[in-house]
Every structure is written in C-alpha cells, then in structure tokens.
C-alpha cells in the first residue's frame, strides 16, 4: 500500500473525482430548462463528493475528518435521487443512470471503509 501524502493519495478522492467527470458528462445532455434545476443540483453534489473529503482530510481532526466523509456519503445519495428523477423525467437513459450507480456504490464502499477504519482510531 502506498503511503497518504495529500488528499490526492486518497483511493476515495480519486474515485469521487471519477464520479463527478462522469456527471458533469451526464448533465451536459439535460435540457437547458433543467440549467438550474437538476443540471444545477447534480454538478454541486457530484463536487461536493471529492471536495469534502478533502477537505476533511485537510481539517487534522479524525472527528472532523469522518463528518465531512459523512458529508460526501451524503452527497452519493443526491446524486442517486437526482439522476433517477431526471431518468424517470426521460432525460437521462436507464443505462446511463446504471453506469453512474455502479460509480455510486464504489464510492459508497470506499468511503463505508474509511469512515470503518478511522473510527476504530477513535
């Protein structure tokens, strides 16, 4: 296993900024009147993924750290709520969506884990 230098090192970071590429590809097929509606919602919790587990790693308290992991779990399920009404809406296809979850659930994994181990540091 490699060693943490940065956030960057962080398997779960890496993944998220995975996810939030995948949305941003995902939102730019929604329809313009969606701009700030779902386009809006989706972009900023598909950010918010990454951008809180750095943030958390950066705040140098395990407590704070596993909140904003929390936070970004959080965010995988905005994510999930939003891209299923934007398929139910006919704007996003079913497979699409299924790429997308599959990304969802890594993430979900990896963060589950991580939020595991630094509570058992606790």
Same mark, same amino acid.
């Given at each position: 296993m490699?060693?943490?230098?940065?956030h960057?090192?962080?398997?779960?970071?890496?993944?998220?900024?995975?996810?939030?590429?995948?949305?941003?590809?995902?939102?730019?097929?929604?329809?313009?009147?969606?701009? =700030?509606?779902?386009?809006?919602?989706?972009?900023?919790?598909? #950010?918010? #993924?990454?951008?809180?587990?750095?943030?958390?790693?950066?705040?140098?308290?395990?407590?704070?750290?596993?909140?904003?992991?929390?936070? *970004?779990?959080?965010?995988?399920?905005?994510?999930?709520?939003?891209?299923?009404?934007? #398929?139910?809406?006919? =704007? #996003?296809?079913?497979? *699409?969506?299924?790429?997308?979850?599959?990304?969802?659930?890594?993430?979900?994994?990896?963060? *589950?884990?991580?939020?595991?181990?630094?509570?058992?540091?606790?």
């Amino acid at each position: 296993m490699s060693e943490i230098r940065s956030h960057r090192d962080l398997v779960a970071w890496q993944k998220g900024m995975d996810l939030g590429l995948e949305v941003y590809a995902i939102t730019k097929r929604l329809p313009e009147s969606e701009r =700030f509606g779902l386009v809006s919602q989706l972009r900023r919790a598909a #950010v918010s #993924v990454p951008s809180n587990i750095a943030e958390g790693y950066g705040r140098g308290s395990t407590a704070d750290y596993v909140r904003f992991l929390r936070t *970004a779990r959080g965010s995988l399920y905005e994510i999930d709520t939003q891209l299923l009404i934007a #398929v139910r809406l006919e =704007f #996003v296809p079913m497979d *699409a969506y299924e790429r997308v979850l599959e990304r969802l659930n890594e993430c979900g994994r990896i963060l *589950a884990g991580l939020i595991r181990s630094l509570g058992e540091k606790e």
